[in-house]
Nanobody, 125 residues
Framework: QLQASGGGLVQAGGSLKLSCEVA????????MGWFRRAPGKEREFVAA????????YSTHSVKGRFTISRDNARNTVYLQMNSLEPEDTAVYYC????????????????????WGPGTQVTVSS
């Protein structure tokens, strides 16, 4: 199970840190991803991390503002979000797959086997 937390209401320019814990066992291989769904829009890729090696990827709109990281001991992946903008308002979801997904695939929602329930992030202007 994936348990996401850390969402909330923040003013533009503020920061939030989302956490996604892999409960019920270790998950030290494969790929972890963060996605979001804004009101009226499709779910979109935000960032991903290969558990082994820790290489990270993110979408262009969050580069330089969001950072994905992991804590192996805690089986937890984080999404540090800085300089938040109203356009970042969305429900954020963490996802996991036991495969080491290639770059072109990890952005797709359909390839992930496990999803967390989502956490709301609201950025006020």
């Amino acid at each position: 199970q994936l348990q996401a937390s850390g969402g909330g209401l923040v003013q533009a320019g503020g920061s939030l840190k989302l956490s996604c814990e892999v409960a019920g066992g270790t998950f030290n291989r494969g790929t972890m991803g963060w996605f979001r769904r804004a009101p009226g829009k499709e779910r979109e890729f935000v960032a991903a991390l290969r558990w082994s090696g820790g290489r990270t990827y993110s979408t262009h709109s969050v580069k330089g503002r969001f950072t994905i990281s992991r804590d192996n001991a805690r089986n937890t992946v984080y999404l540090q979000m800085n300089s938040l903008e109203p356009e970042d308002t969305a429900v954020y979801y963490c996802a996991a797959d036991p495969a080491v997904l290639i770059t072109g695939v990890m952005r797709s929602t359909s390839v992930y086997s496990y999803w967390g329930p989502g956490t709301q992030v609201t950025v006020s202007s």
